[in-house]
């Protein structure tokens, strides 16, 4: 695999225009391990690759990224995974936020997400309400009424248990006073083909994940758990506009495994704010209704901080965690 | 009409002279790619990626990167079944149903109609699944669509049923063997709540047994593998796979076959292929069902071609008079899942393009790549971007065409590697395998596991268990697993769901057809060979009483 990879390499070189020969202590030495906490098609899994694709197309890393999806248990697996890897500085993750649920709900992963690197957040997703064109549905209010109505046989799909799309599901159950069922799935990917499938009722998918079924008018947007309304969505409302007090976001953050050295650390930072000013990547945040700048190092780590606080809040309150 | 002005312009667009060139020299490099153990079409497209965009740069034709990395991935699906039938170790995860009997075929001396089969077969398959492509598919990903969590389990059921057969005759050995698949499949992290199971000692108990054995400091040398445990990366499946198909069935020929010197007398010449070509007459049902069910599973987008080629192979040898034939070297059974697998890849690309959805983990490389070269896939992808999917559409058929051209004319060079010593293609082929291994998870534990496999599967077979069942659940276990649950959550626990058609899943009183359907066929399936089983051995004993 190596050599093949080294020929390859060859291959790349070609197209690295401005190779990055920037004087850095840290080089690596060999193709980065590039972890994906989720499962293949989801907003999570669609942005690593598309920064793998950026990275290679900007050449700016000596050494190629190869991600691998380690989709199990709501990242415990590649939680666990990064915990134990062998060679922390060529070893990277694409988080959501399940890096700060999962270590919460499994303590005996023994993990602490502060001992992870901070290398860069790439951009904060949205959450908006998806449901069915066929369920005649048009606005939250309609909404609330059928899902009411139907209890335990409306479904939620989302993407692993206790997280970002449970959490929202259990907001909308504890403070409409609904029974939604929710189920959980691998990937964002297959929540949305089955939504488009009417297997489900309803999504509380990112943009990045609905939007092609969106396009075909298959699907329709409610209502939005921003702060302000999505430029890609002007019609839809916020959840604050209707009178909840509730928004949510989804980190969309790079991490180095638990014992990366500094120099590392610092080197892939570089890395990923270089992916981030590209215009592939610019593009890519406004069609797809990211919000959020780049952050890293301490910055990032004290976001983590908090927002790990906030969801120990939240899953107490759900009764997930005691 | 329009589609045929449309398919015309595109294979025009296809056979420039760019485009040609990239596609001879993709399926020469998925060929290989194919061929090498550990190795496989994504192994082949994720690395060759940042090529892409070397081609983007240099043509203003959309279609051009993707052509060639379609190319590969076509390349992969025939070279896959080189390594099965020359040396018995699956060349990658898609081709482990075509050692099952193309490895009999070469041990009898028929390697090269086994090679001429399986080229054949893949084009016939590609070429089939390519017709559907083209005339349906909006219409196909619309059935995609319909199937959901119970539909797909139901799938999985039958997968599994058709498997009861695939053992021989001997039913509850078959019934332990997929059992034991099952069992390897629940190891790791539970993919529902993100337990940890079966993991095998996680710290406390390793700190036990340190301080068991009376090391000193035991708190300190502990994780001494892993914390959570030994197991927890879950067991992969071509680490079963190279375990049983190389080193299980290695040892297994050096025990049958101690004082042979070359494992075969290939003879090879324009005739033989010829007679190979001639030969697929024997093969054509094999075929027909590789290519018709590897397509229909290719495009749900829980499968892929895995599955797909495993499932063609259990049904043609069902469906078969004379099912002992199989696993013995029949045509058909080479056949079936190299038709399937190449039906399979070219329908996993159907929900991946109009769906957004990955069916198989090269089309999620390919997805990424379409990303970057400002493509969107999903359901207005043939409507809103024409001049790139009719050239690939295009590509497919011509991809094909190359390839087993190509495939036919590497033939000579692949029986060479049958005509070393067995004792020098021995070592070899344990080297590949551990190699292979290594380099598919980039981890030695696996690597052992992989040797232990073996020895397992060495002694299974001794034992007279049958081996693919098990394999095929190590496959199919944890996606089976996955949508049994999530079929469950839905119906609160109630199994009417896979087989009571008036089952409300929503709330709305719909009728739900497809799950009851599959369920039952499955059902039936299962019961008849073991009735018909219990049936023999009671008269059995009956007539020796």
């Known amino acids: ?322 | 009409m329009e589609i045929w002005d449309a398919l015309y312009q595109g294979i025009w667009i296809a056979l420039q002279p760019h485009n040609l060139g990239l596609a001879v020299i993709g399926v020469v490099v998925g060929l290989f790619v194919g061929a090498l153990p550990g190795l496989g079409s994504v192994n082949g497209v994720a690395i060759l990626l940042p090529f892409t965009f070397v081609i983007n740069s240099m043509t203003a034709d959309p279609a051009s990167p993707m052509i060639f990395l379609a190319a590969i991935y076509y390349g992969a699906m025939y070279g896959g079944a080189i390594s099965s039938i020359t040396l018995g170790i699956p060349g990658a995860s898609t081709a482990v149903a075509t050692t099952f009997d193309g490895r009999p075929m070469a041990l009898k001396g028929d390697a090269d109609r086994a090679l001429v089969t399986a080229a054949i077969a893949s084009f016939i398959g590609g070429t089939v699944a390519t017709v559907f492509f083209t005339g349906f598919a909006p219409f196909l990903s619309s059935v995609a669509l319909d199937f959901g969590n119970p539909e797909i389990f139901a799938l999985m059921l039958l997968a599994f049923a058709t498997f009861i057969g695939l053992g021989g005759d001997d039913i509850p050995k078959t019934l332990f063997s997929i059992c034991f698949g099952l069992l390897l499949a629940t190891v790791g992290f539970d993919q529902i709540s993100g337990e940890p199971r079966l993991v095998f000692m996680n710290e406390r108990e390793q700190t036990a047994l340190l301080t068991t054995f009376g090391v000193a400091d035991a708190e300190a040398s502990v994780p001494f593998f892993d914390s959570v445990g030994w197991f927890s990366r879950g067991i992969q499946f071509l680490v079963l796979a190279i375990g049983v198909y190389g080193i299980g069935e290695m040892i297994w020929t050096i025990n049958a076959s101690r004082y042979k010197i070359t494992m075969t007398e290939t003879q090879i010449s324009f005739k033989r292929i010829m007679r190979g070509i001639i030969g697929m007459k024997d093969a054509w049902k094999g075929t027909t069902i590789g290519s018709l069910l590897g397509f229909f599973v290719g495009i749900l987008p829980a499968a892929g071609a895995t599955p797909g080629s495993l499932m063609s192979y259990g049904v043609t040898k069902m469906t078969s008079r004379n099912p002992k034939s199989y696993g013995q070297g029949n045509p058909d059974g080479v056949a079936a899942p190299e038709a399937a697998n190449n039906s399979a890849s070219t329908g996993a690309m159907l929900p991946m393009m109009t769906l957004g959805i990955p069916g198989s983990p090269t089309t999620a490389v390919l997805l990424a790549g379409m990303v970057i070269w400002g493509l969107e896939p999903g359901p207005r992808l043939f409507e809103d971007r024409p001049e790139f999917v009719w050239p690939l559409i295009g590509s497919f058929y011509i991809s094909n065409i190359i390839a087993v051209l190509v495939n036919l004319a590497f033939i000579p060079l692949f029986l060479w590697v049958l005509r070393m010593p067995f004792t020098i293609l021995a070592p070899v082929i344990f080297v590949l395998s551990i190699v292979g291994t290594y380099a598919a998870y980039d981890n030695m534990f696996d690597v052992w596991l992989m040797v232990l496999f073996g020895i397992g599967a060495y002694l299974l077979r001794i034992l007279d268990y049958p081996l693919a069942p098990a394999v095929l659940a190590v496959v199919l276990g944890a996606t089976a697993e996955e949508k049994l649950r999530q079929a469950l959550l839905l119906s609160d626990g109630n199994f009417e769901v896979f087989y009571n058609p008036f089952f409300d899943r929503d709330g709305k009183g719909q009728e739900w057809w497809i799950a009851p359907i599959t369920t039952w066929i499955a059902v039936i399936l299962i019961t008849m060979p073991i009735i018909l089983w219990l049936f023999r051995k009671v008269r059995g004993q009956h007539n020796e009483a």
């Open chain 1, 1 to 322: 695999m190596t050599i093949l990879k080294t020929m390859a390499m060859g291959a790349a070189a070609l197209s690295m225009a401005f190779a990055a020969t920037t004087a850095s202590a840290f080089e690596p030495s060999k193709p980065i391990d590039f972890v994906i906490m989720a499962g293949k098609g989801g907003g999570a899994d669609k942005m690593a690759r598309l920064m793998q694709a950026i990275v290679e197309k900007e050449g700016l890393a000596s050494k190629p990224l190869v991600p691998t999806n380690k989709s199990g248990g709501s990242g415990a697996e590649a939680l666990s995974y990064m915990n134990g890897v062998s060679d922390p500085d060529h070893t990277i993750m694409v988080t959501l936020n399940s890096f700060f649920t999962t270590p919460l709900r499994q303590p005996g992963l023994k993990v602490d997400i502060m001992e992870f690197a901070p290398v860069g957040r790439m951009a904060e997703d949205t959450f908006l309400l998806w449901v069915h064109k066929d369920e005649g549905i048009k606005d939250f209010d309609a909404f609330l009424a059928e899902a009411k109505k139907r209890g335990g046989k409306w479904v939620m799909g989302g993407t692993g248990k206790n997280s970002e799309d449970n959490i929202i599901t259990d907001f909308l159950n504890n403070n409409f006073d609904l029974e939604i069922k929710y189920i959980p799935y691998k990937g964002g990917g297959a929540v949305a083909k089955d939504l488009a499938g009417k297997q489900i009722q309803s999504s509380v998918n990112n943009p990045s994940e609905a939007l092609g079924f969106y396009e075909s008018g298959d699907v329709i947007p409610l209502v939005a758990f921003t702060d302000e309304r999505l430029p890609l969505f002007p019609d839809v409302p916020t959840l604050k506009e209707l009178g909840g007090d509730f928004s949510y976001f989804m980190q969309r953050s790079v991490v180095g495994a638990p014992g990366m050295s500094a120099e590392a650390a610092a080197y892939y930072t570089q890395l990923f704010r270089g992916v981030y000013k590209s215009a592939d990547w610019q593009e890519y945040k406004s069609s797809k209704s990211l919000m959020g700048d780049f952050m890293s190092q301490l910055d990032l780590a004290d976001y983590w901080g908090t927002q790990r606080d906030r969801h120990t809040t939240i899953l107490k309150a759900s009764g997930a965690i005691k």
